[in-house]
């Protein structure tokens, strides 16, 4: 069965400091994995898109890596700030030949405090 | 400015009275698909549709129709809707073809059913 599981659930930190969020999945075919950042009532926008050959990639403050041996990807932030304070969630995508399909995780709540 | 637009933000309904969620894009995007959004669930995929005249199944399509007589359009029907419907509703769009397409959400449509 496809899955997408994301930790932790939710994540307070204070503003400027660092923080990483953790994603493992078990999609077949893989094409490839997102990022997508959430702010409570809006749609996602994605962070960050990488492909089965990318380990790494990075969005401004935002750095994504991915092991596709070990089907694992996390997200670090770098100097937070309150505005990233949001669900953020790790979607991986099917190969277009089975219609492209996103596999949603269930997300990270991040609260950044001052 | 390219954008999925969703109509209306917020809907109040009640039981077994038909309704019409819009989505409308402007990027000339051949794929679109509606989502729903439940606490602990993540986004779920109701109907997705490859281009006009072609709408398949999502995860969870019972209680939905959908249509796509236009590339732009791509209505999220309920005939009959139930409290169970009450959801958080998305509606995405992007390119087909490539490896990697990126999607565009809209804002959301939160709808209660009483």
């Known amino acids: 069965k496809n899955q997408v599981e994301q930790s932790p659930q939710s994540l307070i930190i204070l503003e400027g400091k660092n923080c990483t969020l953790q994603?493992?999945?078990?999609?077949?075919?893989?094409?490839?994995l997102r990022w997508y950042k959430q702010d409570t009532g809006r749609g996602p926008v994605s962070l960050t898109i990488?492909?089965?050959?990318?380990n790494t990639k990075s969005n401004g403050r935002y750095t994504a890596t991915l092991d596709a041996d070990t089907k694992q990807s996390s997200l670090h932030i770098t100097a937070s700030q309150l505005s990233d304070s949001a669900s953020y969630i790790c979607?991986?995508?099917?190969?277009?030949?089975?219609?492209?399909?996103?596999?949603f995780g269930q997300g990270t709540e991040l609260s950044v405090k001052p | 400015e390219a954008q999925v637009t969703q109509n209306p933000r917020y809907l109040i309904t009640v039981t077994g009275k038909k309704l019409t969620v819009t989505c409308s894009q402007n990027m000339n995007h051949e794929y679109m698909s509606w989502y729903r959004q439940d606490p602990g669930l993540g986004l779920r995929q109701i109907y997705y549709?490859?281009?006009?005249?072609?709408?398949d199944k999502g995860d969870v399509p019972e209680g939905y129709k959908v249509s796509r007589k236009e590339k732009r359009n791509f209505p999220l029907i309920l005939e009959s809707p139930s409290p169970n419907q009450t959801s958080l509703y998305f509606c995405?769009?992007?390119?087909?073809?490539?490896?990697?397409?990126?999607?565009?959400f809209g804002q959301g449509t939160r709808l209660t059913v009483v």
């Open positions: 990488m492909t089965f050959s990318e």
């Open positions: 994603c493992n999945y078990t999609v077949s075919p893989f094409s490839n």
């Open positions: 995405a769009s992007s390119p087909l073809g490539g490896v990697v397409t990126e999607a565009f």
């Open positions: 979607v991986v995508s099917l190969l277009y030949n089975q219609g492209g399909k996103l596999i």
């Open positions: 549709s490859m281009n006009v005249e072609v709408t």
